[in-house]
């Protein structure tokens, strides 16, 4: 059965931070139109006792959202999620959410902050869930939407339809060009595919390692996506091998095999041993055993 996996860029930093961002403020709108029309929800504004115990309870729900998404983002390496563990997630966040109101609510209640009218615990937490489901997962699909549009932007603002690399024999090798935009759509470096050794990622920057016209290794840093060059240049020479690389398979000297997995040697002996993990390993070996 084929998995599903999420991308990746919805468990980077500034997404999440953005996500983040953008439920806080949705919930605290949401819940505040909401509360006329609410029969059930004790939250208040003003200087009263009850309006401290509903910032309390709302910083409490910011500071559990917050760690949520900051274990997507610290383990984004670690594990792949697919659509269906996304949600699941997502939906646990509901659940808890629901949990604090509830503990909120019975707490409040019995020290006669707010009244509950009544209603047992499985109904608050019921009622709390239909709210938390509104204020957390409806902007968390918006914000997914938003970022999948960014996104497909920016890979197609990223390719030159004139010359992009191509495995296509129209053009010789040696006029082959790497053109790279940052984030932005603006047009930051143009490097000859017969000059460029690798592209690293940091962060949100990606590294771009190729040789002047001495000779002499050289790095440029752009605003950009590992992710997005892989995806403009699919079908090149220019292949994934690890989270952190793409390698010009054309400049590879030697592939070995080690204790740990396989590692590539460049042309270029100041450029260490670029290691291939398992995920990019039979694409990798794949294509150096045709070009060998």
């Not at 997914?144 to 996104?151: L, R, S, T």
Request: aromatic share 14%; net charge positive.
């Amino acid at each position: 059965m084929k998995k599903y996996l999420i991308p990746q860029y919805l468990r980077e930093k500034y997404q999440l931070i953005a996500t983040v961002t953008f439920t806080a403020l949705w919930s605290l709108v949401f819940i505040l139109c909401s509360i006329p029309f609410s029969d059930n929800a004790w939250f208040e504004l003003g200087t009263s006792r009850a309006f401290s115990f509903t910032a309390l309870f709302f910083l409490c729900c910011l500071l559990l959202i917050i760690f949520s998404k900051w274990l997507l983002y610290v383990t984004r390496d670690s594990f792949r999620l697919t659509f269906l563990r996304y949600g699941l997630w997502n939906l646990a966040e509901v659940a808890l959410v629901s949990l604090l109101y509830t503990a909120f609510t019975v707490k409040g209640d019995d020290v006669g902050i707010i009244s509950q009218g009544g209603d047992t615990p499985l109904r608050i937490f019921l009622n709390a869930a239909q709210y938390a489901f509104l204020c957390l997962v409806m902007p968390n699909i918006m914000a997914g939407m938003f970022f999948a549009i960014v996104d497909k932007n920016k890979t197609i603002r990223l390719m030159n339809t004139n010359d992009v690399v191509s495995d296509e024999p129209q053009t010789p090798k040696g006029t082959q060009k790497v053109t790279l935009y940052d984030n932005s759509g603006v047009m930051k470096m143009s490097v000859s595919l017969a000059n460029l050794f690798y592209i690293e990622s940091d962060d949100n920057y990606i590294i771009v390692w190729y040789s002047d016209s001495k000779g002499a290794l050289k790095k440029y840093m752009i605003r950009c996506r590992l992710k997005t060059v892989e995806e403009s240049f699919k079908g090149s020479s220019l292949v994934r091998c690890h989270r952190k690389y793409i390698v010009n398979m054309d400049k590879v000297k030697v592939l070995r095999k080690e204790k740990d997995g396989y590692e590539l040697d460049l042309e270029n002996d100041a450029i260490p041993p670029i290691t291939i993990t398992k995920t990019y390993a039979d694409n990798v070996l794949s294509l150096f055993s045709r070009k060998s």
